[in-house]
């Protein structure tokens, strides 16, 4: 049973429309993620679901409920880490996960969230004097202390060091195992590709793909990768012709990466030696799910 | 309900770890009635007085002084910095709302200010053998009606501002002409006919007043508790129609 269902959400600021009939639904004990570049409509989409915004039009409902009417129902089984919110910076740890341990009808034990977090140490450090990682686990912790069914993660691991970024992914990964529903908010491929279940990948505030991560990078074709940097300018009329070519990017500093199957490579290669062009720090891969992004996000060739 | 009050109870222990607040709300009003106490001339009756002295004066102007310090100047940033900082937020998904985390700063701003009234009151009579209020319960119920309107006078700048720092800058603006209704400059009673009467119609203005009144004994005249109760009910008003969230 869908837990979240979002059904061609409408949101609009001051005439701008922002997130643009967008609909999809999550599965208890998934893990979902929400992708796109900024601006895409990612935290407005979530702050329908939490809450905090009305849609325009459409319809949310999180355990059958709507967030906006029934918030009395909804805020209880509710756990959410939200982009630029602090603590009060004279708080300790204790402090505040006992005073949040108070607004729930029946908290989880702190203690033992503490120490799965690897705060224990930090408890009667003040907020402000926490580090990055410090803080988003507190507020890992306190998104999970009302024992909620759904967890809203807003850029999660945004300004963290990869260290203290992976160590939050397994922490992450470790809800899957208690059932909780988590929707994460990301824009790093790799967080998405090692966390979620299923993915939603926005693009001006319309749903562009809704795939598992493995789906998404195969609806690029099993694609290959060429990057490389040609000897001369290659304009897009003189790559178009190549067979079951995907899209084209152009990078700084006339680097080109092509997405398309070994056969694309193949022509390609030969393409470049009729005309005598070299390409410069060749290189080829399969897809990534990175590539899969930037090519459902780009424009058509 | 016990939610609310975990609220509270974190706040006051957080207001007491702001040296700044705790400074100008507590010790710098008191500091002040000790040292005019200190000038020889303050403890001697003035001609104009009808017998009072100076520092009898100027004691309900330093309570006055500590509940303009809490509402007006250390509220507004308290509570702009918990909306610019995203605490009003994250606390808003939670099944406690927001504004009882504002009502909780306002409450302990509110008991800091009342507290730090009783203290000069006490400091004043055992230092300087100012007088206990004549007419204590009227002596209390304008020093509520005043801290009220301390308060949310500072819930409106809160409300208007856009950041703590703007709000910071507001409430030192609005400060001093504040002061000076109250009597920090010279005590309402001595302003000259014309100026007394328009200081009146301000809430410190009147607040003053009413504390002298009290303090002699009476019962202050009701006009200025109802120019009190205005100001109260028209900046409420004013600010939970303009407060925004985000």
Redesign the interface.
């Given at each position: 049973m869908a837990i979240i269902e979002v059904d061609r959400l409408r949101k609009s600021y001051g005439g701008r429309t922002v997130v643009d009939g967008v609909s999809f639904a999550v599965e208890e004990g998934e893990i979902f993620g929400l992708l796109g570049p900024n601006g895409a409509g990612k935290t407005t989409t979530v702050e329908c679901i939490?809450?905090?915004r009305t849609p325009d039009g459409g319809r949310v409902r999180l355990a059958g409920l709507d967030p906006v009417a029934d918030r009395?129902r909804v805020?209880?089984i509710?756990g959410?880490q939200?982009q630029?919110?602090?603590?009060?910076g004279?708080?300790t740890v204790r402090?505040a996960l006992?005073?949040?341990s108070?607004?729930?009808?029946r908290p989880a034990d702190w203690r033992s969230l503490v120490e799965r977090l690897g705060l224990t140490d930090r408890l009667g450090v003040r907020f402000e004097k926490l580090s990055g990682g410090q803080k988003q686990r507190l507020f890992i912790a306190?998104a999970l202390i009302?024992r909620p069914k759904v967890v809203v993660l807003d850029e999660l691991t945004t300004g963290l060091d990869p260290q203290a970024r992976r160590d939050t992914w397994h922490l992450v990964g470790g809800f899957r195992d208690e059932g909780v529903t988590v929707v994460l908010v990301t824009h790093f491929m790799e967080e998405a590709q090692h966390l979620c279940d299923r993915v939603a990948l926005l693009r001006s505030g319309t749903l562009a793909a809704l795939d598992t991560p493995a789906g998404l990078v195969e609806s690029t074709g099993g694609a290959t990768v060429v990057s490389f940097t040609p000897s001369r300018r290659l304009d897009d009329p003189e790559l178009a012709p190549l067979p079951a070519i995907r899209s084209v990017r152009r990078l700084d500093g006339d680097r080109l990466v092509v997405t398309g199957t070994d056969e694309t490579v193949d022509a390609l290669m030969s393409m470049l030696a009729l005309n005598g062009i070299a390409a410069r720090n060749l290189r080829v891969e399969s897809a990534s799910l990175d590539d899969a992004y930037l090519d459902l996000t780009a424009k058509e060739l | 309900m016990s939610a609310s009050i975990a609220v509270l109870k974190a706040e006051a222990r957080l207001f007491r770890r702001e040296p700044g607040s705790v400074f100008w709300i507590l010790a710098f009003p008191l500091l002040l009635l000790v040292i005019l106490g200190l000038i020889p001339s303050f403890r001697e009756p003035g001609p104009a007085s009808g017998g009072a002295r100076p520092i009898d004066l100027y004691l309900p102007v330093a309570v006055l002084l500590g509940v303009i310090l809490a509402g007006l100047t250390s509220l507004p940033p308290a509570l702009t910095a918990y909306r610019e900082k995203g605490i009003l937020r994250r606390m808003s998904t939670t099944p406690v709302r927001p504004a009882a985390l504002l009502a909780a700063q306002v409450i302990v701003h509110g008991a800091a200010a009342l507290a730090g009234g009783i203290v000069i009151i006490a400091v004043g009579r055992l230092l300087y053998g100012v007088p206990l209020p004549a007419n204590p319960a009227a002596y209390a119920l304008t020093l509520v009606l005043g801290t009220l309107g301390a308060l949310v006078g500072g819930a409106l700048i809160a409300a208007l501002s856009r950041s703590a720092k703007a709000s910071t800058t507001t409430a030192t603006l609005a400060f001093f002409p504040v002061a000076f209704t109250a009597g920090v400059y010279a005590p309402v009673r001595s302003m000259p006919e014309v100026l007394r009467r328009v200081v009146e119609f301000t809430p410190f203005g009147a607040a003053s007043q009413a504390l002298d009144q009290a303090s002699a004994g009476s019962w202050p005249a009701l006009p200025l508790l109802a120019i009190m109760l205005v100001w109260i009910t028209v900046l409420a008003g004013a600010s939970v129609r303009w407060f925004r969230w985000e």
């Amino acid at each position: 049973m869908a837990i979240i269902e979002v059904d061609r959400l409408r949101k609009s600021y001051g005439g701008r429309t922002v997130v643009d009939g967008v609909s999809f639904a999550v599965e208890e004990g998934e893990i979902f993620g929400l992708l796109g570049p900024n601006g895409a409509g990612k935290t407005t989409t979530v702050e329908c679901i939490e809450g905090l915004r009305t849609p325009d039009g459409g319809r949310v409902r999180l355990a059958g409920l709507d967030p906006v009417a029934d918030r009395k129902r909804v805020t209880p089984i509710l756990g959410v880490q939200l982009q630029h919110s602090d603590l009060q910076g004279k708080l300790t740890v204790r402090e505040a996960l006992e005073l949040y341990s108070a607004f729930y009808p029946r908290p989880a034990d702190w203690r033992s969230l503490v120490e799965r977090l690897g705060l224990t140490d930090r408890l009667g450090v003040r907020f402000e004097k926490l580090s990055g990682g410090q803080k988003q686990r507190l507020f890992i912790a306190l998104a999970l202390i009302g024992r909620p069914k759904v967890v809203v993660l807003d850029e999660l691991t945004t300004g963290l060091d990869p260290q203290a970024r992976r160590d939050t992914w397994h922490l992450v990964g470790g809800f899957r195992d208690e059932g909780v529903t988590v929707v994460l908010v990301t824009h790093f491929m790799e967080e998405a590709q090692h966390l979620c279940d299923r993915v939603a990948l926005l693009r001006s505030g319309t749903l562009a793909a809704l795939d598992t991560p493995a789906g998404l990078v195969e609806s690029t074709g099993g694609a290959t990768v060429v990057s490389f940097t040609p000897s001369r300018r290659l304009d897009d009329p003189e790559l178009a012709p190549l067979p079951a070519i995907r899209s084209v990017r152009r990078l700084d500093g006339d680097r080109l990466v092509v997405t398309g199957t070994d056969e694309t490579v193949d022509a390609l290669m030969s393409m470049l030696a009729l005309n005598g062009i070299a390409a410069r720090n060749l290189r080829v891969e399969s897809a990534s799910l990175d590539d899969a992004y930037l090519d459902l996000t780009a424009k058509e060739l | 309900m016990s939610a609310s009050i975990a609220v509270l109870k974190a706040e006051a222990r957080l207001f007491r770890r702001e040296p700044g607040s705790v400074f100008w709300i507590l010790a710098f009003p008191l500091l002040l009635l000790v040292i005019l106490g200190l000038i020889p001339s303050f403890r001697e009756p003035g001609p104009a007085s009808g017998g009072a002295r100076p520092i009898d004066l100027y004691l309900p102007v330093a309570v006055l002084l500590g509940v303009i310090l809490a509402g007006l100047t250390s509220l507004p940033p308290a509570l702009t910095a918990y909306r610019e900082k995203g605490i009003l937020r994250r606390m808003s998904t939670t099944p406690v709302r927001p504004a009882a985390l504002l009502a909780a700063q306002v409450i302990v701003h509110g008991a800091a200010a009342l507290a730090g009234g009783i203290v000069i009151i006490a400091v004043g009579r055992l230092l300087y053998g100012v007088p206990l209020p004549a007419n204590p319960a009227a002596y209390a119920l304008t020093l509520v009606l005043g801290t009220l309107g301390a308060l949310v006078g500072g819930a409106l700048i809160a409300a208007l501002s856009r950041s703590a720092k703007a709000s910071t800058t507001t409430a030192t603006l609005a400060f001093f002409p504040v002061a000076f209704t109250a009597g920090v400059y010279a005590p309402v009673r001595s302003m000259p006919e014309v100026l007394r009467r328009v200081v009146e119609f301000t809430p410190f203005g009147a607040a003053s007043q009413a504390l002298d009144q009290a303090s002699a004994g009476s019962w202050p005249a009701l006009p200025l508790l109802a120019i009190m109760l205005v100001w109260i009910t028209v900046l409420a008003g004013a600010s939970v129609r303009w407060f925004r969230w985000e």
